[in-house]
């Protein structure tokens, strides 16, 4: 699924998200580490990488439901930290779970780019008719 | 307690993180909403929500248990996102809930400068002697 | 808000959960600990908290819903245990966070006779149209 | 391997737990549901599939590392509901994800006896040496 003509997202760009996979099945997406993703111990920040199994989520399930007129908006965001990130990309590979009226439920692994597991994220979003809104 | 020799956090300083109070009970900060926070729909991303989350609780543990000579690293960052922000400041309020020899836990109420609530983020802390990290 | 008139719940029954507040702010709940309720180790297993939680915030949902012709379901239950708890009862009391037109949301905290902090639970209760079920 | 030898758990006699396979990869484990399981409305409890999940992936945690000298503890049990179960079996299915010197994480899904996924839930198993407790 072509992801170019989506809007802008400015936190995206402020953070360095790139979708490289977008489909109502599966979605990926990576941030290239730089120092200004880290925390004060020089590993990158749990923030960056909730923030990109989200953004990745909400594009995956914004581009499957905006044709039926509908919008999403994230409703939770699960996070498990497992083994820190200090350099390379973050990459995130998004798995759909469950596609109801009211909400999608989506897997994420966090991955470094040895492909070592470093966090899980189950994220939720919520779909609702955009005039609902 | 004083916050202004604490290791610096570069990826707080890129998102704005501003730390208004720090202590082992509660905790607070803020970011000022500009454009570069929003999603596609104009909102405050819910990356942000998590990531101030997870600073405010982050430090706070930190410095409570430096002088131990142990070190902090989030665990799990589970955030229920409720109402949308679109200006102003995303407000934290961080109170400890649990203080044991290997997590602390924190409850923290996001919310706008209306003082609406507009997500809730529950997070553990995993603390570690610094040689065995 | 009497809780005489409500349906009956076969599983609170098996597992001895009394409601002893019912309210759309507040609810409280609690179970007296038996053998039964025990895990390997002689603790109470960590599902009779989680039953627990959810019996108390789908109840009082439920009590506060129900003269709009809507019906409610649990979508999610998120527990983090902090202490065993071994005998007496345990103890739920329920705040309710957040009522939307979709989901309410509630903080549970689970505690021993000594009053000690023993589990956090935050459950998401799907509120829909009875009809559309 | 065998499950025989392990202690026995009362709440899973109680609630008709059947461990059906345990390893450190995979584990499984079934309840065969009743009346006695289900809540006001006539579907399976939630607290069951928590409660199942849990057990499932305490026994699987302890059996493994029992023999170096550690025990286990449920440390956080996260479920989202996506379809309810009247019938059948509540089917578990635990995937290990993580087998830290600390935790183990687990993620757990619940199924009927179609095979359709009612159920996600992310289990935190805390390990800890069997004096330290």
Redesign the interface.
């Known amino acids: 699924m072509p992801v170019e003509d ?10 360095g998200t790139e979708w490289t996979e977008i489909g109502p099945e599966t979605a990926r997406g990576r941030i290239a580490v730089g ?7 020089g ?6 990488l ?3 199994a ?2 990745v989520c ?1 594009k995956a399930t ?1 581009e499957a439901v905006r044709d039926e007129g509908m ?1 999403s ?10 083994r ?1 990130i200090t350099e390379g990309h973050v990459n995130a590979l998004a798995r759909n ?2 596609r ?1 009226r ?2 999608w ?1 989506w ?1 994420v692994e966090l991955s470094d780019d040895e492909g070592r ?1 470093c966090a ?1 994220v ?1 994220m ?1 979003i ?1 779909v609702r008719p955009r005039r609902a809104r």
Do not use: C, W
Not at 6 to 15: K, L, M
């Open positions: 989506s809007p802008e997202s400015p936190f995206d760009a402020h953070i120092d200004h993703h880290k925390q004060p111990a590993l990158v920040h749990g923030g960056v909730t923030s990109l989200e953004s909400s914004y919008v908006m994230g409703q939770s965001n699960q996070a498990t930290f497992l820190p779970r469950h109801g009211t909400t439920v897997d597991l899980l189950r939720t919520a």
